[in-house]
């Protein structure tokens, strides 16, 4: 199944990447399909193109997750057995149908996010983690958008015996895209058809220490003969995201012919501020990706998509993203923090320099090259007529 994957989905950047002149695609939202009560959330984005159709499916039930299902039929369609979703065992209870249509299908799971700061032995102290499968979360029916195709996942701890989040949550914005372009906020992201945003945000939660960093940790579940593994991209322009030259991508790539199936791609930053600027960078970093040797909660779409095979026919592996400076003073001064990740099919796509940027150092490299050329033509010429005005003594 990976080669067929691999041929679509390199039809997919070629094609539906890009944009509205390329074909672009048509999305659609729906929130709980088939189910009348808000107490839970899926929520369901069908992204059709000239000739497949990429589907991504939303939930917090169990814990913070997308499913990517990629398809080679405008047709293909989502079915939900909520009866069975909500019990002990959801096994089977998501599918696509026709299931001869799918070529690819992962997952991304927000599973925990850890607090810690560290001390003077340069050790770090961790505080109780906070497991993002026994968070409360509130209907994102309310912040669902179907213009500007967004919806957010806002939750908190089920049991918060600290207090941190009297007056904070945590949540999960998501953006879905018709056609390619680049985000007007930093980090300014680039993105395609073909992709997905998310974005991660702590707003108003009370650190348990005076220097708290936070870390965000992030799993992955791909069929066996793909790995992950991520990619760090250095550039000299930081036009569109100020003081940020490194992109970090973290691709599914087929064992078979080292094809890109899939990719959550994030800028090595993240933002203290509602209305990010420059000055509100926090500092990014990505912590060993590896092999989980956990497993994911039960009751989540993860199990009901791909059933008892998950650690078998399927792998996972994980990776954490930490948030914060060295003394963690921008998340304790602002309490907020926001960070933006790409997520999709295909390739990644890649930052180039833009036509200002390049008529730039066109000139700067070109300026020195013409001042040398005319500085030469100038002593050549001077010599030239110091030679003909000299006279001979006979």
Same mark, same amino acid.
Request: glycine content about 8%; overall charge negative; aromatic content about 10%.
């Given at each position: ?9 390199? %039809? ?20 709980? *399909? ?113 213009? %500007? ?57 009370? *650190? ?32 569109? @995201?100020?003081?940020?030259?490194? @992109? ?48 994911? *909660? ?50 990644? *796509? ?45």
């Amino acid at each position: 199944m990976a080669a067929a994957a691999a041929l679509l989905l390199a %039809a997919l950047v070629a094609a539906g990447g890009g944009g509205a002149a390329a074909g672009g695609r048509q999305v659609s939202m729906q929130y709980n *399909p088939g189910w009348n009560n808000s107490s839970v959330n899926l929520l369901h984005v069908r992204a059709v193109g000239p000739s497949d159709t990429l589907h991504y499916v939303w939930s917090s039930i169990g814990a913070p997750t997308v499913l990517l299902v990629a398809t080679e039929s405008r047709n293909s369609t989502l079915g939900i057995n909520w009866n069975q979703l909500l019990s002990p065992a959801p096994a089977g209870a998501i599918w696509i149908d026709p299931p001869s249509s799918v070529v690819y299908s992962a997952a991304v799971v927000f599973t925990k996010v850890f607090e810690y700061s560290e001390a003077k032995t340069l050790e770090e102290f961790f505080y109780p983690t906070y497991d993002l499968s026994d968070f409360s979360w509130d209907s994102i029916n309310r912040t669902l958008n179907h213009t %500007a195709l967004t919806a957010e996942f806002t939750g908190i701890p089920a049991t918060d015996p600290s207090g941190s989040f009297s007056n904070g949550s945590l949540g999960f914005r998501v953006t879905a895209y018709e056609a390619s372009g680049r985000d007007g906020p930093l980090p300014s992201l680039l993105h395609t058809a073909n992709s997905s945003k998310v974005e991660f945000v702590l707003a108003g939660v009370a *650190p348990r220490g005076n220097s708290s960093r936070f870390a965000l940790e992030v799993a992955m579940v791909e069929e066996t003969g793909v790995v992950q593994k991520l990619r760090s991209a250095r550039s000299i322009d930081d036009e569109y @995201t100020p003081t940020i030259f490194e @992109t970090l991508s973290l691709v599914a790539e087929s064992q078979n012919d080292s094809s890109t199936l899939s990719f959550l791609q994030w800028k090595a930053t993240a933002y203290g501020s509602q209305t990010p600027r420059r000055e509100d960078s926090i500092q990014c970093r990505s912590r060993g990706l590896q092999a989980a040797n956990w497993t994911l *909660p039960v009751s989540s779409i993860v199990h009901a998509y791909f059933g008892e095979r998950v650690g078998s026919a399927y792998t996972i592996s994980a990776i954490n993203i930490s948030f914060g400076g060295e003394d963690g003073k921008v998340y304790q001064e602002k309490r907020y923090l926001i960070w933006s990740a790409l997520l999709g099919f295909g390739q990644p *796509p890649k930052d180039t320099f833009s036509p200002l940027v390049i008529s730039i150092m066109a000139v700067a490299l070109g300026t020195p090259m013409v001042m040398l050329l005319v500085g030469s033509c100038v002593v050549l010429f001077a010599q030239r007529k110091r030679y003909s005005e000299y006279e001979p003594i006979n």
